[in-house]
C-alpha cells in the first residue's frame, strides 16, 4: 500500500539556521499537508498546499514557514530560522481529493533546535 | 472555539477483551467529518475508521466500530477482540466542512496485554 515517506528521522539544528524538512506524498495526491506536534501537545495543523498555492494555512504558520513543491514528487517545509520552540515532530500528509478526502500521514521528522 | 478532547491518557486491555476509547468534541458547524487514527509505536498515524456527521449511521471496519452520538457530540471508537498489534497511541480528529485542517485530541495510548 503507498505510504507517505518523510526525510530526515531526526534533524538536529542550531537556533537561527535554515532547516528543509522533506516529503515525499502518495504518488496520485494531489492536496499536501504539514502538521506539527510538540512533545505533550496536540498535534497542530500547519499548512495546506494544492496547486501550487497554500489553500489554508494556520496563525503559527507565520513568515519564517514557506513550503514547496520542488518537483513532481517531493513536498519541503522551510523553516528559515529556527528557534527553540520550533522544537517538535512535524508530520507531512497528502490527499487525493480536499477537503472531503482522508488524509494519509507519514512517519514524521523530530526536529530539535538546541 | 473548535476543540477535541480525548479524556483517556492512558488504558490497558486485555487480549480478546473488548475496549472503548472516548472523544468528545466542540463545534457549532453542522457538517463535519470524523476520524479515528492509529499511531504504533515509531510509525505513522493510520486511519482506523472515519464518520460522516451527515450520516446516522455508525461507522464500522471490521473489529473496530464507532458510537457516534451528534447531539451529545461525542465519538468514541470500540475495539472488539483486542489483538497486540492494537497497541498503540489512537487520535480522534475532527474536520469541518470546507476546511483542510485537522483537530486532534491529545491521544489515548492503549496497551493490549497478553
Known amino acids: 500500500e503507498p505510504e507517505v515517506t518523510q526525510t530526515p528521522s531526526h534533524q538536529v539544528t542550531q537556533m537561527g539556521q535554515e532547516v528543509i524538512l522533506r516529503c515525499v506524498p502518495i504518488s496520485n495526491h494531489l492536496y499536501f499537508y504539514w502538521y506539527r506536534q510538540i512533545l505533550g501537545q496536540k498535534v497542530e495543523f500547519l499548512v495546506s498546499?494544492?496547486?501550487?498555492?497554500?489553500?489554508?494555512k494556520s496563525e503559527i504558520f507565520d513568515d519564517q514557514f514557506s513550503v514547496e513543491r520542488p518537483d513532481g514528487s517531493n513536498f519541503t517545509l522551510k523553516i528559515r530560522s529556527t528557534k527553540l520552540e520550533d522544537s517538535a515532530m512535524y508530520f507531512c500528509a497528502s490527499s487525493d481529493r480536499g477537503v472531503t478526502d482522508t488524509q494519509y500521514f507519514g512517519p514524521g521528522t523530530r526536529l530539535t533546535v538546541l | 472555539a473548535q476543540t477535541v478532547t480525548q479524556s483517556q491518557p492512558e488504558m490497558s486491555v486485555q487480549e480478546a477483551e473488548t475496549v472503548t476509547l472516548s472523544c468528545t468534541y466542540d463545534t457549532s458547524e453542522s457538517n463535519y467529518y470524523l476520524f479515528w487514527y492509529k499511531q504504533p509505536p515509531s510509525r505513522q498515524m493510520i486511519l482506523v475508521i472515519r464518520?460522516?456527521?451527515?450520516?446516522?449511521q455508525n461507522a464500522t471496519e471490521n473489529r473496530f466500530s464507532v458510537n457516534f452520538q451528534k447531539a451529545a457530540k461525542s465519538f468514541s471508537l470500540k475495539i472488539s477482540d483486542s489483538q497486540l498489534g492494537d497497541t498503540a497511541m489512537y487520535f480522534c480528529?475532527?474536520?469541518?466542512?470546507?476546511?483542510?485542517?485537522?483537530?486532534f485530541g491529545t491521544g489515548t495510548r492503549l496497551k493490549v496485554l497478553a
Open positions: 498546499f494544492y496547486n501550487n498555492e497554500i489553500s489554508e
Open positions: 480528529a475532527f474536520r469541518t466542512s470546507g476546511t483542510y485542517k485537522y483537530i
Open positions: 464518520q460522516e456527521a451527515y450520516k446516522q
